[in-house]
């Protein structure tokens, strides 16, 4: 890509990938065919396809609806060929526990930002009766069925939360889930289950309860939007100078992101359907703590980190969340960026501009922050790797693109 263009015009999002693979996930607890709208064309809602197909169901239709019709008795295994592929698959471990008894998952793979332990999954559903093992480098759990129980989250874990909800859905008696997530996606899954016929209250705060029944009937679901994708836009107009008006977002669910724009000197105008970003200066330094919902959210802060790299100032990134996620600084640094990381702080010095470099992204996120420097760096940027980026952004150069970019998409030698 070659900088220095400012972006302007409208944009759309699609559904959220963080809500997508759980939702299809979500469909092995019913018998039948379940139909999901708003679907991302990415590459993690192709592995997780593969991931059902593998397990007997059959997926049909492409980005935006896809149906999953699911069999009487799913396959219960994951292999690792998948798995490793996409963190996300572990979601399947509380839906076929609960619906087959038995459940065999390879141990996750996916983005390398730092620890992402199993515990709280293990922990919960051995608190619901599981028996659960580690074997082979596998997980493997076995109840005839769950019970109710009430479960504390040392951390608001989204992954655990979303596992626990689905085995609590179809577990004998009452579910109590203390600390949980409070994510967006959290309420999305937990909408589609009720539409199941499941009894969730709470879904949104840091208690849910369930209450378990004997079964769940398939149904249609539209996902939410992405709010990341959004936010990502967001911070390419504030970043670029530009004007860029995002549709098919969920301005409320961006609350902290939006207010920080307005702190760098954005202008931001919110609509039903979205919200605007205009940028007539050089953005100001912002500081930024990343916190579980509602803080600010991780996924964006490698898009605040470049924001800060050319702004007016010195901030400081508190990373919260996901130790590792400050990897792709170096690769940033390549960039011309003035950084200093001390543990699970960065100091960001602003500058007027970066520099056109090489540079290979390590995660979906830093990928896509990587774009983002690319747009404002002088010359021209090559970013490998990008199949990060594919799992989480659909048409993402294309939509650069069309809103005055010159970003260009060629064979990457990493894969």
């Known amino acids: 890509m070659v900088g220095g263009t400012r972006l302007a015009g409208d944009v759309s999002v699609s559904g959220a990938k963080n809500s997508v693979l759980k939702l299809m996930a979500a469909a092995l607890l019913a018998e039948g065919t379940t139909t999901l709208r708003n679907v991302p064309r990415i590459l993690d809602v192709d592995i997780m396809s593969e991931l059902l197909r593998r397990l007997g169901c059959t997926v049909t239709g492409a980005a935006p609806e896809l149906s999953i019709a699911v069999p009487a008795r799913p396959g219960h295994e994951a292999d690792y060929d998948l798995v490793r592929r996409m963190r996300a698959s572990i979601c399947v471990l509380g839906p076929l526990l609960a619906r087959c008894g038995e459940v065999k998952v390879a141990q996750p793979g996916g983005d390398n ?7 709280m999954h293990v922990g919960g559903l051995t608190k619901m009766g599981a028996a659960v093992e580690v074997e082979h480098g596998f997980l493997i759990a076995r109840a005839p069925r769950l019970a109710g129980a009430t479960v504390w989250l040392d951390f608001p874990s989204v992954g655990a939360t979303e596992n626990l909800l689905m085995a609590a859905a179809l577990a004998k008696g009452t579910t109590v889930i203390d600390n949980a997530a409070r994510e967006p996606e959290i309420i999305d899954l937990a909408a589609m289950l009720r539409a199941m016929g499941a009894q969730i209250s709470g879904a949104g705060s840091s208690t849910v309860e369930v209450e378990g029944v004997e079964g769940l009937s398939p149904t249609e679901h539209i996902t939410v939007p992405d709010r990341i994708v959004a936010g990502t836009y967001g911070i390419a107009a504030a970043v670029t100078g530009g004007d860029v008006r995002v549709r098919g977002a969920i301005a409320a669910h961006l609350d902290i992101a939006l207010d920080k724009l307005v702190t760098s000197g954005a202008h931001v105008e919110v609509f039903p359907d979205g919200f605007r970003v205009v940028m007539n200066r ?55 960026a003035e950084i200093r990381a001390d543990g699970h702080h960065a100091i960001v010095r602003g500058r007027e501009r970066l520099s056109g470099a090489p540079v290979r992204a390590t995660d979906i996120r830093a990928g896509a ?30 939509s650069l693109n069309r809103l005055g970019a010159k970003v260009t998409r060629e064979p990457d030698p990493d894969v």
């Not at 007016?312 to 940033?332: H, K, P, Q, S």
């Open 113 to 119: 930002i730092g620890s992402r332990g199993l515990d």
């Open 369 to 398: 922050g990587l774009v983002l420097a690319g747009l404002v760096a002088e010359g021209e940027t090559t970013v490998s790797n990008v199949g990060h980026v594919d799992r989480g952004y659909q048409y993402f150069a294309e």
């Open 282 to 336: 050089r953005p100001r330094s912002v500081d930024v703590v990343t916190l579980p919902y509602p803080g600010f959210p991780t996924d964006l802060q490698p898009a605040i980190v470049v924001l800060d790299a050319v702004s007016d100032g010195t901030a400081m990134v508190t990373e919260n969340v996901f130790e590792a996620r400050f990897m792709f600084l170096d690769e940033l640094s390549r960039l011309g």
